[in-house]
């Protein structure tokens, strides 16, 4: 027997393994490929509330679930947490994903205008990725194509801030420029052109870019919705509506594909009475400083916030997304929103007021107000203005994970925490020591030890 | 006149040098030609003598030439005579006048001479003490001799026996057993592609006799082997469980992330999977060969890194037909049980519990409880089992044609509930002289096994169980379900709850018909607590297995000496696994289900079924040539081996069952299903060279060049030499002396070096490739994704053993102690682990490369005996062997990340470079803080302590209590293993005991963390009850923190010295009591031979381990987390009674 016949003998692929080798190469290889991007935001926006909420003054958690989200609860977290390093995980998976549909969308044959529409969209999820990164991490290892080898993956070493910040803006202006601005059919709910303006908008105001956001924005609001009823926006069968911009489509029907909100929002001692199916976790109950940040009146209080009382505590729980036929734990049907109109209106409102504009930037706020059948603000101070839009912010986006990160871009994250120390407790402990070092996550442990040149945060070990 | 046989001279012949031959009425002539292969030796022989010679059978093992001569030429009266030039020369005896024999009363003495297997003996030699009269027993073991008188002696001799003197004394039917030599040194052993002498071995191999293994009533062969080859750990880490193989380890760990399983070699065929190993009868094997050593098993070479069990069934021989029959039957039980609380002393230590925690109690405990249920829940789990076994077997054929063909039954069912293990076996072994110089054989061997499995491994709620024990569902779609560990729940399970309700229901513990209650909406039990009897009867795990290997061999000589053999295998699989939790079982799913109240939301069903074909061509050439003393055997080989199959998954998805009518996936109208795919590849070349001189010095080297499709196109092949040499220093002229003098008839060194492999890593770990079904949706509309899983390793290849090995064999007293040494040093090189990667990397956070390195080295001893005590002939194994392993290297980093023992207990193991495997790592308790004094005296941890928390030891001094204070508690690869096996044989009796043991070995008992738990609604050990503080009695001696204690270490969230035992144990695996039927009460009923006996499985334990069974492992195989005891099944003493019948 020659060598030659040997080598196709040992050279085997059973069934049922496709090689990379051999994909990438049609049009719908590299539809389906962009689907497994998006399908990776799942995961992500699960418990995106464990970084958005659970350090912040909005919610907390409970000692039923002390191991999930304790540390971010009581501000204990460190470069070893396993949350953090999850998450971490999970972004970079989600860029790796668009990478790879980057790096092989100009190969199979398509027309031009799907081509845009690829690689519009990969460019749209790296740079949400990115915000998400940058916003938590700082500046981190910049990685724009697939990394094939372990030597490789050394090479790369944390980008500044504004290094990151300006592959995002470069990322989304060059989504905006080729994608629709709406889909038809099984299209629906991906991401738009106006969903790239919308983040790129919403990227300049963490940067206090006021005057490009300010532009952006007021073009986006003019296009991306309508406030319709806010009762309307969450819930089962409500998916893509009006208001939403981009969200995470999450869908139930036995395949582990829907959310897992129910077993994360609901009160571990309610038992069956909230959703009948699934138990849940108490990971992420509000706080009563939140339920008390409702203006008397305000008609998203009760679409929100549910209250259960377990005879000893009261939980103030995520209503807005849960709902009681849930029929498991990954089996949630609603959306996660990333991206909404009202997110948009209040964030223009904050780029006018910081430019000066406050009496446009009232008008702006109180669309949202008038919404929530709250009475208009109206000839407040440019200082006043900036509370209150900030106030709006807090229970117009309650739960949606905004909380944390608007916190820290507003630079009142410590002050914030501190008074909310002083004021509550955590449901499970005492909090920790409200710091700046707070301000940031610290790059995962492994990654450091992994690679020496990648540099920690401040004042974490 | 005289006829040459052969023509080479050298030097002059010694009737004294020793051969080994065995032939069944073979021609003298053929038996002549083969002593002049052995010694090189020339017989010249009067052609009147030759002609004239019956057909002779012999069974010579390391015996002098002389009397195989005898045998030979036995019915003539010939004169063997050494001559010159290495030649021997027979001729016919020129007899004195005969002086004229006066005979008188001559009387005539009949009988059968039997082996001890009760097979009939022909061509014994059987003569009159002091006389030149003498017979031999014919083809049925029948004699007959006419002795001069009564008080005549008669000598019966058969080589490979031990001779027999029996005194007539007035009988004339005198039926005679003989024994056989004990031949540890004397026999052929297999070795791969071949036999060899075993006086010419180099490496070091362990025989098993085929007889040990099926006398033994147990479901696998692999269990048989515990105690019986030093060298060869066998753990049957899972106690009874019906059809359950044992862990079997050679020499150590070679791996930490690939199988650590031998090879299996069966009739020639290596086989793909281990498990195929534990499908053969026991009844079917006649001898088991375990290559320990490199240089032995390195002709195996990518796959023979755990050392090869060479497995050898019995063939047919020529010669009338034999049928057999036989059968056992017999019970197996528990004969181990946990202390634990009964009903008195577990209400007051609720009430106590209750007290100290601040809780409510159900008021149903208060005032006389007699009256309430007193169940052990033990006892409810377990039942006597019965297990049997039959077998029918035919062997025989002619000279041209044989066969052996047998069909064997065994039944077991599991003294836990609810599990069960069935196993139909056939096999026909066939040989045939095709023509002159070509030989042909063919194998078949179908099967078909049946085993219900029951969770048995975890805790109470299910988590930390084996993966083996899950309910099998659909990878990606259905999740598999680990149901709790009823073992572990009986331990904790209210004795006050009963089995059933008055309505023939289920009892759940927290039915509120049930009356413990703490309020109108609180049931006193926790809801994760289901009845262990219900869960054992309901829920089915069934695996359904057909197997059928087959192999077929041709084999052509084409000149003297020169053998070209082709073989072809092949192994075709089924296995069907059936999982289905029906609507009644109250479970995580369905808490309120029962009979009565059928739920279809917990309903589970799930199928999947795996075909496999496996097959096999190997092509070997063999030379066999002896030129005076030198002996060459070269061996060449060609191989391919292909593997494929294919697992078809499909379950109903939980919550959308409709239906209770049928027990499958249909009764959902949304049945999904997946397939699993997978193949490999194997093609080898391979050559050896075995050399020695005047059997004096010995040499073997080989080497094997093997490919396969498992490994990274940049590395498929590798090349796997080794080298072994032996020299007999008893065979010197000048050391003969010495020698003798210290009775020492056998000195051999050996040593060797070889290098082997690990091909066990899975196949394909080396590509990356697209993950389908990572979907995505549109609203309420699905869509598919994909993403990119895994890292290109395209260097990814074997992992390498580089072993060194050296031996000693030594017999005294002409081979009744036969002593065997071996040391060895084994280096595994290149281990698979996973480096990690950045998580930059983004779709993949490791990679599969060989990196670590591992050392193992031990000592082996073996001992034979053989010797006649007065009437009763005694033989005994004895073999001890102990290892060591040693880390060396890990890629880079110095430790992996620290694993947890079980669900619970973390970070107890740790593979770190420079330690042994298997250390234990944890918490040093010294006592309990009583009073404020101990507070203030004494290291505390740093999250605080509580009077009544454990005080904890301060290893690192450092007057605080952190994760830096654990240490190492205990270690889970024994310190030694040993056996030890007895045989005696007194006249028709036959008495043997299997010993076997491990010493210096720890185990966690895992189950404390249930049943130390101070949980106020859960039965406890009874160790723990009054033996916690309590604030109501500060100053009792206590071993227990209290119920209340939060600190870190505490019993449920830390392991600590009190969790670990002495695992040593010395168990008696095996005591056979046998009777072999005379002859005159077989007459009557036409049974050539029968033999009843009685035999006793583990009957015997001794161990200062609490739990039920010291071998147990909780995650089996696992090299870096041995000796962890968590809900694992018990051991089972088995009593049976059994017969062989031959006709």
Redesign the interface.
């Known amino acids: 027997v020659l060598p030659a016949c040997n080598k196709s003998f040992i050279d085997v692929t059973p069934q049922g393994i496709v090689p990379v080798s051999t994909y990438y190469t049609t049009e719908i290889d590299i539809k389906t490929a962009l689907n497994g991007v998006y399908s990776s935001l799942r995961p992500i926006y699960n418990e995106q509330y464990g970084f958005g909420e659970v350090p912040s003054d909005n919610t907390e958690t409970y000692s039923e679930s002390e191991v999930l989200y304790g540390e971010e609860d009581k501000l204990t977290w460190a470069a070893t947490s396993t949350n953090l390093q999850n998450a971490y995980t999970r972004f970079y998976a989600t860029i790796a994903y668009a990478n790879i549909v980057l790096g092989h969308v100009g190969t199979p044959v398509m027309t031009q205008a799907n081509r845009d529409s690829y690689t519009g969209q990969a460019k749209f999820l790296r740079a949400l990725m990115y915000f998400n990164l940058v916003r938590m991490f700082g500046g981190v290892p910049l990685i724009l194509t697939e990394i094939t080898s372990e030597q490789q993956a050394y090479t790369y070493n944390r980008a500044t801030s504004a290094a990151v910040y300006a592959q995002i803006e470069k990322d989304l202006t060059e989504a905006a420029a080729v994608l629709p601005a709406s889909y038809t059919g099984t299209d629906i709910g991906r991401a738009t052109s106006i969903a790239a303006n919308a983040l790129l908008g919403k990227v300049y105001m963490f940067e206090n870019k006021f005057t490009q956001a300010e532009a952006i924005l007021a073009t986006v609001s003019a296009t991306a919705g309508t406030l319709i009823p806010y009762n309307q926006v969450f819930g089962l069968g409500n998916d893509n509506n009006k208001d939403i911009i981009f969200s995470v489509q999450y869908i139930s029907g036995g395949f582990s594909e829907g959310n897992t909100f129910a077993r994360g929002f609901v009160p571990q001692p309610s038992g069956t009475t909230i959703t009948t199916s699934v138990t849940g976790n108490s990971n992420n109950i509000g706080t009563a400083d939140l339920y008390r940040a409702f203006e008397p009146g305000d008609a998203r209080l009760a679409t929100s916030i549910g209250i259960y009382n377990s005879g000893t505590l009261v939980y103030y729980y995520a209503k807005k997304f849960v709902y009681s036929s849930v029929t498991g734990v990954s089996e949630g049907d609603n959306d996660w929103p990333v991206l909404r109109y009202g997110d948009i209106i209040l964030l223009y409102a904050e780029a006018l007021n910081e430019n000066g504009k406050t009496t446009d930037a009232l008008t702006q706020l109180n669309l949202v107000r008038t919404r929530a059948t709250l009475t208009p603000k109206l000839g407040l101070s440019q200082e006043d203005a900036r509370t209150a839009i900030r106030n709006e912010r807090r229970v117009e986006l309650c739960f949606e994970a905004e909380r944390w990160f608007d916190l820290v871009r507003w630079g009142t994250y410590v002050q914030v925490m501190t008074a909310f120390k002083a004021n509550n407790r955590s449901a499970n402990g005492t909090i920790g020591n409200v710091v700046s070092t707070l301000n940031l996550f610290p790059i995962p442990l492994r990654e450091i030890q992994l690679n020496p040149n990648l540099t920690q945060n401040p004042g974490y070990l | 006149i005289f006829m040459l046989l052969t023509l080479l001279q050298v030097s002059a012949a010694s009737l004294a040098q020793h051969v080994s031959i065995n032939v069944k009425n073979a021609p003298v002539k053929e038996v002549l030609n083969q002593l002049t292969k052995q010694t090189g030796y020339n017989f010249i022989c009067d052609a009147e003598i030759i002609s004239s010679a019956k057909p002779v059978t012999i069974n010579a093992n390391d015996t002098d030439l002389k009397t195989v001569l005898k045998v030979c030429f036995a019915s003539e009266t010939a004169e063997i005579l050494a001559g010159d030039n290495n030649t021997i020369i027979v001729r016919k005896k020129i007899l004195p006048p005969a002086k004229p024999v006066v005979v008188i009363a001559a009387i005539s003495v009949s009988g059968k001479v039997t082996d001890s297997k009760g097979l009939s003996l022909p061509g014994v030699s059987v003569a009159i003490k002091g006389t030149q009269q003498g017979t031999t027993s014919d083809g049925n073991g029948d004699y007959t001799i006419k002795v001069p008188n009564t008080s005549a002696i008669l000598v019966f001799t058969f080589i490979g026996m031990v001779t027999q003197e029996v005194a007539v004394n007035n009988r004339t039917i005198i039926n005679v057993v003989l024994a056989d030599e004990a031949h540890v040194l004397t026999d052929v052993v297999v070795v791969g592609y071949g036999t060899q002498s075993r006086a010419t071995v180099t490496a070091a191999i362990a025989k098993v006799d085929g007889k040990s293994i099926a006398s033994q009533p147990v479901s696998t062969p692999g269990e048989a082997l515990a105690g019986l080859a030093a060298g060869v750990q066998v753990q049957s880490d899972q106690g009874s469980k019906p059809g359950a193989a044992p862990t079997i380890r050679v020499r150590g760990i070679s791996s930490l992330s690939s199988s650590n399983d031998p090879l299996y070699v069966v009739d020639g065929y290596p086989l793909e999977s281990a498990s195929n190993f534990n499908l053969i009868n026991p009844g079917d094997i006649e001898s088991i060969e375990v290559l320990k050593d490199a240089a032995s098993a390195a002709i195996y070479g990518s796959r023979a890194a755990n050392g090869v069990v060479i497995v050898t069934t019995k063939r047919g021989k020529a010669g009338k037909t034999t049928f057999s029959v036989s059968a056992y039957n017999g019970v197996q039980s528990v004969n181990r049980f946990i202390s634990v609380l009964k009903r008195d002393q577990y209400v007051q230590q609720v009430k106590d519990l209750s007290r100290i925690k601040g809780l409510l109690y159900p008021t149903a405990l208060d005032g006389d409880v007699s009256a309430l249920p007193d169940v052990d829940w033990q006892k409810a789990i377990f039942r006597n089992a019965p297990l049997r076994d039959f077998e029918l077997n035919a062997s025989g054929g002619s000279e041209k044609v044989r066969f052996n063909a047998s069909a064997g039954l065994y039944k077991q069912q599991g003294v836990l509930i609810g599990t069960d293990y069935s196993r139909y076996t056939t096999r026909i072994n066939l040989d045939a002289d095709l023509v002159d110089k070509v030989k042909f054989g063919f194998s078949i061997s179908p099967s078909y096994a049946e085993q219900f499995r029951q969770p048995s491994s975890g805790q109470a709620s299910g988590a930390g169980a084996n993966p083996s024990d899950f309910l099998v569902g659909v990878p990606g ?1 259905v ?1 598999n379900v680990n149901l709790p560990s009823p073992l572990n729940q009986a331990l904790t399970f209210q004795p006050i709850v009963p089995v059933y309700k008055a309505n023939g229901d289920i009892q759940q513990p927290y039915d509120r018909d049930l009356g413990y209650n703490l309020s109108p909406t609180a049931a006193f039990s926790a809801s994760n607590f289901y009845n262990p009897v219900g869960i054992l009867s309901q829920s089915i795990n069934r695996s359904r297995a057909f197997r059928t290997l087959s192999s077929t061999f041709l084999e052509y000589s084409p000149i003297s000496d020169l053998k070209l053999k082709t073989y072809l295998g092949a192994t075709l699989e089924n296995e069907q696994v059936h999982a289905y939790i029906p609507g009644t079982m109250a479970y995580g799913s369905a808490p309120t289900a029962s009979a009565s109240n059928p739920s279809l ?1 917990g309903i589970y069903a799930s199928d999947n079924t795996r075909t496999s074909f496996d097959w096999v061509w190997e092509n070997t050439a063999t030379y066999d040539k002896q030129i005076g003393k030198h002996h060459f055997n070269l061996l060449g080989l ?1 191989s ?1 081996q ?1 593997y ?1 199959s ?1 697992i078809n998954y499909t379950a109903g ?4 069952f409709i239906t209770t009518a049928v027990q499958s996936p249909l009764a959902s109208p ?1 049945t ?1 299903g997946t ?9 080898s070349y391979a050559g050896r060279v075995t050399y020695d001189y005047a059997k004096k010095y010995l040499f073997t080297a080989a080497v094997r060049d093997d ?3 498992r490994f990274g ?1 940049n590395n ?1 092949y590798a090349i796997f030499p080794s080298f072994s040499a032996g020299w007999r220093v008893s065979e010197e002229p000048f050391m003969k002396p010495f020698l003798e003098k210290l009775k020492i008839n056998e000195l051999k060194l050996r040593g060797g070096y070889g290098r082997t492999g690990n091909a066990n890593i899975g ?2 770990t080396y ?6 079904n ?15 899983t895994g890292f ?1 390793n395209p260097d990814l290849t074997w992992e390498k053993n580089d072993q060194t090995s050296v031996g000693i064999d030594l017999s005294f007293l002409n081979s009744a102690i036969v002593f065997t040494a071996d040391y060895f040093q084994r280096n595994s090189n290149g281990m698979l682990l996973k ?9 993949a ?1 490791s ?1 599969q490369a060989n990196l670590g390195k591992l050392s193992n080295n031990g000592l082996e001893f073996n001992v034979n005996t053989g010797f006649n005590l007065g009437k009763v002939r005694w033989n005994a194994n004895a073999n001890l062997s102990t290892y060591r392993t040693k880390v060396l290297d890990l890629g880079g980093p110095s430790a992996l990340p620290a694993v947890a023992a079980m669900n619970g207990w973390n970070n107890v193991y740790q593979v770190q470079v420079g330690q042994p495997l298997g250390l234990m790592y944890g918490y040093v308790v010294t006592g309990v803080f009583k009073n404020a004094a101990d507070l203030a005296n004494n290291p505390k941890a740093t999250s605080g302590n509580s009077i009544g928390d454990w005080m904890i030891k301060d290893i690192n001094g450092d007057g605080k209590i952190d994760a830096n204070d654990r240490t190492v508690l205990g270690h889970g690869l024994p310190d030694y293993t040993y056996g030890l096996t007895n045989t005696f044989q007194y006249k028709n009796f036959d008495l043997s005991v299997l010993i076997q043991g491990v010493q210096g070995v720890s185990i966690i008992n895992g189950n404390n963390r249930q049943t130390i738990s101070g949980n106020n609604n859960q039965n406890s050990r009874s160790v723990y009850y009054k033996n916690y503080f309590d604030p109501a009695t500060p100053d009792r001696n206590v071993t227990y923190p209290s119920p209340l204690s939060g600190a870190f270490v505490n019993p449920g969230n830390a392991l600590v010295n009190l969790d670990v035992e002495n695992g040593s144990y010395l168990r008696v695996r095996n005591i056979t009591l046998g009777y072999r039927m005379t002859d005159s009460q077989l007459h009557k009923i036409f049974i050539k031979t029968a033999r009843i006996y009685v035999t006793a499985q583990n009957p015997f334990l001794i161990t200062k381990y609490s739990g039920y069974n010291p071998e147990a492992n909780i995650m089996g195989g696992d090299p870096t987390t041995p000796g962890v005891d968590q809900g694992t099944y018990p051991t089972a003493r088995t009593i049976i009674v059994g017969v062989n019948f031959g006709f």
């Not at chain 2, 998805?653 to 959308?656: D, E, H, K, Q």
């Not at chain 2, 990572?774 to 990119?788: C, E, K, L, P």
């Not at chain 2, 990667?837 to 983004?842: A, K, Q, R, T």
């Open positions: 779609l999740a939301i060609f391919a292909k494929n294919q998805l939980p919550g959308t949304n999904v397939e699993l795919f997978d193949a490999n590849t194997f093609v490919g396969s499709s196109p498929r196949s394909f590509v990356n490739s697209i993950a389908l990572t979907n995505y949706a549109s609203g309420s509309t699905r869509t598919f994704g994909t993403q990119q290109a480096k990690a990667l950045p998580l930059d990397v983004g779709y956070s990679y």
